[in-house]
């Protein structure tokens, strides 16, 4: 569905992304995960076309972003970091308003509405404005946006960013439908449960460059299951083990306050940058 290759972004002397190669299958959930500054939206915006890439290529669904400009448009959805929607608009009509930007006709368009607004449980709001709704609502009328002309690829950045934890698992959910629906789905996020909920591969980012990539259970294996956590010298440090039995040796030995726990993909992520993933 998404092949990038060789694919580099440069502003200046800075290279926000570095000659990145990536396949996201189609009906796939990937994810990339990274610290500010990896690359992730960089990425994103040069998937959707709105930042020109400096070089390499991307295809969609066997189009080549920069030769079909027009038609991989309108093979993707964008949910982006931020919110975009037409404030003084109500959901109804901004739904509208992007079926009529896609040239949809009337019937389906109006079809296409009723389900999306089912879908996002907005039914009882779709005649209010949007500055009205809370950051949840405005978050899953964005998806239903990006949803109306039924894109082959649906991009998501940070899309539970600012979200109460409440509100963040009820839009996992929505997420989940997407994907069981066969949609293909790259996400972009900070939060590490997340990604191993959400996602069937990551990405890891780092300094513009995919550092590792597999699905997540694997690359918690790869760095191992256990970690034992405690405060030295100033700082929380942590040890991977294998096993829980080589956590519990080494947390006998040392003095003060020790955690054992599972591990997740942070801890991966620090094994092979040094950098917490929200930094």
């Not at 994907?179 to 996020?189: D, I, K, P, R, Y």
Request: with cysteine; aromatic share 4%; net charge positive.
């Amino acid at each position: 569905m998404l092949v990038i290759q060789d694919l580099t972004k440069q502003y200046g002397q800075i290279t926000a992304v570095d000659h990145l190669d990536l396949v996201v299958n189609k009906g796939e959930f990937f994810g990339l995960l990274g610290p500010n500054g990896a690359g992730k939206t960089t990425t994103i915006r040069m998937i959707s076309t709105l930042t020109p890439l400096t070089s390499g290529q991307i295809a969609v669904a066997g189009q080549t972003v920069n030769r079909n400009l027009t038609e991989v448009k309108r093979k993707i959805g964008v949910v982006p970091q931020h919110n975009n929607l037409e404030s003084e608009m109500t959901a109804w009509e901004n739904l509208e308003l992007h079926g009529r930007l896609y040239h949809m006709p009337k019937k389906s368009r109006r079809e296409r509405i009723d389900e999306l607004l089912e879908f996002t449980g907005l039914v009882e709001r779709a005649h209010d404005l949007a500055r009205t709704f809370s950051g949840g609502m405005k978050r899953k009328l964005m998806i239903a946006r990006a949803l109306m002309h039924q894109p082959e690829l649906l991009l998501l950045d940070e899309p539970t960013v600012g979200l109460d934890p409440a509100v963040r698992r009820k839009m996992w959910d929505l997420l989940r439908n997407l994907s069981q629906g066969g949609l293909t789905v790259l996400l972009t996020t900070h939060y590490i449960e997340e990604a191993e909920i959400l996602c069937q591969r990551v990405g890891l980012m780092n300094g513009g460059r995919l550092v590792e990539l597999d699905t997540p259970a694997r690359l918690i294996k790869k760095v191992g299951k256990v970690v034992v956590e405690y405060f030295e010298r100033g700082e929380t440090k942590g040890v991977l083990f294998e096993t829980r039995e080589e956590a519990l040796a080494l947390a006998a030995k040392l003095a003060g306050s020790v955690k054992i726990r599972s591990s997740n993909l942070e801890d991966v992520f620090l094994q092979l940058t040094n950098r917490r993933v929200g930094e």
